[in-house]
């Protein structure tokens, strides 16, 4: 977040690797979406989208209606 508030940003986009090579999402991967979409609402951005990459693919929660 510290990022997108000194450049002034509206939306953001977060992106992480699964090492597996399977984008699939975790549980985990999907608290850590909300946590960080609640966290860009408090400081007046949007999140627009979270990725993970793999093998190849991607998993993207904006595709997947997930944010």
Known sequence: ???GVLYNATYIVT???HVSGNPSPTKFD????A???QAAE???MKMRDHII???GSYY???ENKKL
């Open 1 to 3: 977040m510290r990022f």
């Open 15 to 17: 992106v992480h690797n």
């Open 30 to 33: 999907s608290i850590i979406a």
């Open 35 to 37: 946590k960080l979409t």
């Open 42 to 44: 408090a400081v007046r």
């Open 53 to 55: 990459l793999g093998d």
């Open 60 to 62: 993207s929660f904006s």
